[in-house]
């Protein structure tokens, strides 16, 4: 069964770093574009972080600096390191997989989703 699983998401304070982790069963992520989509509520899903099977990257403007996404292909699963962490920053935060790059990270393009995660971040 082709499935991802997303763990990670916690409360943290303002200023304050979380990893989320994107774990892959049924397929092999190196073969795939791989995207992290936060979705607020009352607010549409939008991809901050997208990496490409052969390394490519993209980030949003809104996080640039401040996220990096990562493969560890030896473990099947993606990573997104936060930092700097602001209360705009809350979400569930969904890991999607696509087969296509797309260079500006879209959620049309992927093909596969998680259930997400979800990240609080608040004093």
């Known amino acids: 069964q082709v499935q991802l699983v997303e763990s990670g998401g916690d409360l943290v304070q303002p200023g304050g770093s979380l990893r989320l982790s994107c774990a892959a069963s049924?397929?092999?992520?190196?073969?795939?574009?791989i995207g992290w989509f936060p979705q607020a509520p009352g607010k549409e899903r939008e991809g901050v972080a997208c990496i490409s099977s052969d390394g490519r990257t993209y980030y949003a403007d809104s996080v640039k600096g401040r996220f990096t996404i990562s493969r560890d292909n030896a473990k099947n699963t993606v990573e997104l390191q936060m930092d700097s962490l602001n209360v705009n920053d809350t979400a569930e935060y969904y890991c999607a997989a696509g087969y296509d790059y797309d260079s500006n990270c879209l959620g049309s393009s992927m093909d596969v989703w998680g259930k997400g995660t979800l990240v609080t971040v608040s004093s």
């Open positions: 049924g397929f092999t992520l190196g073969d795939y574009t």
